[in-house]
DNA sequence: AGTGACTGACTGACTGTTCAGTCTATGAGC
DNA sequence: GCTCATAGACTGAACAGTCAGTCAGTCACT
């Protein structure tokens, strides 16, 4: 099921597509099986090829599965980044921050799968470690800069942005635990108003 | 190595025994080399006895390794609510909870990765997310007790407890995954500064 | 003719689980 | 106090299923 067709076109771009294929393939499954039970023979049938192709590209099993970690983790901060552009005043942005990790409609209920286990692949593997230390540093960056932003444009009383981002990503990361877990207590909307009481207060709007 | 004698006595008392020393192996294994590397034969070497055996107590892997994860977060809690009791004023307190969970000196390095296989497995098992729910709550309601008895000593001022509680206490998981995952700008230091700030800014203490 | 994407058919290792049967302590019956 | 049957802890050996990875070779394009 959902076998696509062999790609088409010849040379090296047949490879990177099949290359991108392969990671978003994997991705999803991670994401809706979780990673110790994607096989890549799964990964193979998503993309129409055989499970030989993709050790073909891949060499081994786990290399391809973190790849695809990285691909996907990668590509959800590239996301907010594009949309942050749409929002003006530091409020909004900081809404829109909060709307990406703690959506109204959850995208699609396994996202969240990737996180866990993108952690507990970290927590053992230097690379993957290292990796996600610098996604965790760009996303930090980029509320740091809104949060500069605001500053310069006197929205924003007085704070200590390296401590107030830190804080506060940490305060979201949390927060996304409890709701991909389905918390009885803190669901989504609630997990949204305390993110955005916290900013708030801190950064002194309203 | 690390084979530990049969357990001696008769009746039932060895049966329990049993069954704890295989928990205690199961989650000191799953701390070391995560959930989906844990062998039943491991488990079974570290108590000295044969993959049968531990198959004869739990019926499946499965079952076995579920079960030590909700068994090692129970005595987690357990440990906390003692420790609590030795310390006096909501500071300190404060102060004894987030040492538990950030601690100057790493416990046992790999304690943290029990979490994240925790958060895993709860992700897509009701059963360990009911339980994960449940545990986490007692953990809420620990934190709220303490805020609570410092309202009453008239140490804290103004708060919403129930809010609090679900901040702080995400808050607090969003630091460990950061420290946990050795974040080069998020060590143990900053992690304990900053818990302790919050909550000393939201409960007005000092 | 050559290069590189691609595959089918294997295989070899791993490992959860089963099973038939051992060994030991207990306790009922004498 | 002795015997013997029973129960339940325990095991070695085998089974069966699963998969990652290999390999020799095909096919299509240049």
Redesign the interface.
Known sequence: MAVKEPVKGTGAAVADARRDQMLAAAARLIAER???DTRIADVASRVGASPALVIYYFGTKDSLLTEALRWSERSFYAAVEEMLHESASVDARIGTLVSWCLPETRRRSDD??LW??L??Q???HPEV?KD??EL??QW?DLVARVVRAGVEAGEVGEVDVE?FT??W???????V??V???????DGA??RR?AL??ARRNLGLR
């Open positions: 979780g990673f110790s969240w799968g866990f286990d952690w507990v970290a927590f053992r470690k996600r230390a965790d540093q930090r401590e830190i804080m990503a940490a305060l979201l990361d949390g927060l635990v409890q991909a877990l389905d918390d009885p207590v803190v609630l997990a305390i009481d916290v």
